[in-house]
């Protein structure tokens, strides 16, 4: 990457982490705000820019930003981390993401404070990832719990960005997400760990996404049953789906490739299927995740445009359209040969 492009991004990086920063103050201190920007505006637009660009998302992110800068500082230890371990971190942050998104509902969604904690929670297991391996083996590739989202949908970006973290490719993951065309969950298959979360977030994940919307916010978890209508939805789904999936995939009627990318669809699609009415008030449960209530300005018929809208989009991107072989950035010429395991 020449200097221009660096500096471009470097600005880029800069203020996206003062705007993450503006949002994270917000959660603690005026939370109504910091819960409409993070919960309502921020995550509702990342699955559609982790589709088209997710190389630009992974260059911006501010919480790579933060854990990366032991490495861009020099300061940290740089491991290189084992392919059992890197997949046995997979699997945890496939774990986390079904774990943590359903109590969305009861905590999150409702309570600022609480999504800042859990935030702040993150950025120090990502800064103590970052201080003792090399590149993005310590956080981004492995343990953040949006990554095993990042290999699902983005599986056909629109082309690669320059990779604006590793200035040398230390090959410090393998394959490396970023740098692999057409990246997808399925196409690690080295040891149990990783065909396991691959396996769990391409078949789990349309039907974890379609449970999740079938559960209304509540306040706090009081209960056993409140811990039950948390976690019964989105599993249930999940279980459906990924019977499915396995059964579609070892009746061998077609390329395991072309499931993933239905299963993709199928997710992201339903997502934006049931995200936009709830943004503009028209959700199954009223008051949950409004962005703006339009009830009283738009009729119903625009929603089920929108919806299809998105649908057909996601259909004629990922289905349709023909893999381009391309990857999320652009691997960076590769630094000299070191060993697994070295300080
Ligand atoms: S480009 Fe190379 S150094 Fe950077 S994350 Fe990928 S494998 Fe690691």
């Not at 600022?112 to 990832?129: D, E, H």
């Not at 209960?223 to 070892?250: C, H, I, K, Q």
């Not at 009627?253 to 990318?261: C, G, S, Y």
Request: hydrophobic share 50%; with cysteine.
């Amino acid at each position: 990457m020449n200097t221009t492009h660096k500096k471009v991004w470097r600005t880029l990086q800069v203020a996206v982490w003062l705007v993450g920063f503006a949002i994270f103050s917000s959660l603690l201190f005026f939370p109504a705000v910091g819960i409409m920007l993070f919960w309502n505006i921020l995550i509702p637009v990342a699955p559609l820019l982790i589709v088209v660009a997710v190389g630009v998302w992974r260059n911006v992110c501010p919480l790579a930003t933060i854990n990366l800068l032991p490495r861009h500082l020099g300061i940290s230890k740089r491991k290189i981390m084992t392919p059992e371990l890197q997949a046995k971190l997979g699997l945890i942050s496939v774990l986390a993401l079904y774990i943590i998104v359903p109590l969305r509902h009861a905590i999150f969604n409702t309570n600022g404070q609480a999504t800042a904690i859990l935030i702040f929670s993150m950025i120090v297991l990502g800064l103590w990832m970052g201080s003792r391996y090399e590149w993005k083996s310590a956080w981004c590739s492995t343990l953040c719990p949006v990554h095993p989202v990042e290999r699902l949908y983005g599986n056909n970006v629109f082309g690669a960005v320059g990779n604006a973290h590793c200035d040398k490719c230390q090959n410090c993951v393998v394959p490396c997400p970023d740098s692999t065309p057409n990246m997808n969950p399925r196409l690690v298959k080295k040891n149990i760990f990783s065909q396991i979360s691959g396996l769990l977030i391409t078949g789990g994940l349309p039907g974890f996404v379609w449970g999740w919307f079938h559960v209304p916010d509540h306040d706090g978890i009081s209960s056993g049953y409140d811990l039950f209508r948390v976690y019964e939805m989105p599993p249930a789904g999940m279980v459906v789906t990924l019977t499915v999936y396995l059964v579609l995939l070892n009746a061998r009627l077609v390329r395991e490739m072309w499931l993933v990318r239905v299963f993709s669809t199928a997710a992201v699609s339903c997502y934006y299927w049931y995200r936009i009415p709830s943004l503009l008030g028209f959700g199954q449960f009223e008051t949950d995740g409004v962005l703006y209530n339009a009830k009283n300005v738009i009729p119903y018929w625009s929603i089920e445009v929108m919806i299809s809208a998105t649908t057909l989009f996601f259909i004629l991107w990922l289905l349709i359209r023909k893999p381009n072989k391309q990857s999320w950035v652009v691997r960076p010429a590769f630094a000299e040969k070191r060993e697994v395991g070295v300080n």
